[in-house]
């Protein structure tokens, strides 16, 4: 849904900035990011190696905290929240997919999945999950049964499982081919599109910029633009 009819943004930065370290030793990290992220919306960071798209990442889903600056989720301020409540919000609300897959390799797709499943409060089936990403006739194979596109997208419906609002993608094409990587994004799309959630997926390759709502260039640890798509491209028609 576009931005400019939604009143009431999933999240609500302003000014927001991480160092790391002290003194001569510090290393910024972001520099006063603004932004405001809705509902249904499919961001595109984008970027090159340590431009602060990993980190600002982080904030999001309430691994790091910020050094300064207003962090907030649905109104409540992130920052404040105490480990026990970040527990929370990381197991209930944000969905995690990184370019490494984490599956475990003596237990099934199906298992693999269920393992959050067991530990969510509303979650979908496994065997529902898997069959959002493509996966129904692959459920019950291990890890090392399976091609690397098909362990991402295993990771993709572990991650939406829950039934997140959130989902922050880093990198999830980033060890596939071409063909495959293609695979994973329309993997994304679909769950973006059916279940309307948010995803924001970190690139550095600007041709996944077609098929967001919105793309924000990142360098140096600032936003440097931020680029609007009024039709959205789809994940199997770019010209990569």
Same mark, same amino acid.
């Given at each position: 849904?576009?931005?400019?009819?939604?009143?009431?943004?999933?999240?609500?930065? +302003?000014?927001?900035?991480?160092?790391?370290? %002290?003194?001569?030793?510090a290393?910024?990290?972001?520099?006063?990011v603004?932004?405001?992220?809705?509902?249904?919306?499919?961001?595109?960071?984008?970027?090159?190696?340590?431009?602060?798209?990993s980190?600002?990442?982080?904030q999001?889903?309430?691994?790091?905290?910020?050094?300064?600056?207003?962090?907030?989720?649905?109104?409540?301020?992130?920052a404040?929240?105490?480990?026990?409540?970040?527990?929370?919000?990381?197991?209930?609300?944000?969905?995690?997919?990184?370019?490494?897959?984490?599956?475990?390799?003596?237990?099934?797709?199906? %298992?693999?999945?269920?393992?959050?499943?067991?530990?969510?409060?509303?979650?979908?089936?496994?065997? %529902?999950?898997?069959?959002?990403?493509?996966?129904?006739?692959?459920?019950?194979?291990?890890?090392?049964?399976?091609?690397g596109? %098909?362990?991402?997208?295993?990771?993709?419906?572990?991650?939406?499982?829950?039934?997140?609002?959130?989902?922050?993608?880093?990198?999830?094409?980033?060890?596939?081919?071409?063909?495959?990587?293609?695979?994973?994004?329309?993997?994304?799309?679909?769950?973006?599109?059916?279940?309307?959630?948010?995803?924001?997926?970190?690139?550095?390759?600007?041709?996944?910029?077609?098929?967001?709502? +919105?793309?924000?260039?990142?360098?140096?640890? +600032?936003?440097?633009?931020?680029?609007?798509?009024? +039709?959205?491209?789809?994940?199997?028609?770019?010209?990569?």
């Open positions: 849904m576009p931005a400019a009819v939604q009143t009431s943004p999933v999240f609500h930065v +302003r000014g927001l900035a991480r160092v790391y370290g %002290e003194g001569d030793a290393v910024i990290a972001l520099r006063g603004d932004l405001d992220l809705f509902s249904g919306e499919l961001i595109v960071l984008l970027g090159a190696s340590g431009s602060g798209k980190t600002l990442l982080n999001l889903g309430g691994l790091d905290s910020p050094t300064h600056g207003t962090l907030l989720y649905r109104g409540a301020n992130l404040a929240f105490g480990e026990a409540e970040l527990t929370l919000f990381r197991r209930d609300a944000v969905g995690f997919v990184f370019q490494a897959y984490n599956l475990i390799p003596s237990l099934t797709a199906r %298992e693999n999945v269920a393992l959050i499943t067991e530990i969510c409060r509303d979650p979908m089936a496994p065997e %529902e999950a898997l069959a959002l990403v493509g996966l129904a006739d692959r459920m019950d194979h291990f890890p090392a049964q399976l091609s596109g %098909e362990q991402q997208r295993v990771a993709i419906a572990r991650a939406i499982a829950k039934r997140p609002e959130v989902l922050l993608c880093d990198e999830p094409t980033g060890a596939l081919d071409v063909r495959t990587g293609i695979t994973v994004l329309e993997a994304i799309e679909k769950i973006n599109r059916e279940l309307g959630t948010l995803a924001v997926i970190i690139t550095h390759n600007a041709i996944l910029a077609d098929m967001a709502n +919105r793309v924000f260039t990142l360098s140096d640890g +600032r936003i440097v633009s931020v680029r609007e798509n009024a +039709r959205r491209g789809l994940a199997r028609d770019l010209a990569w």
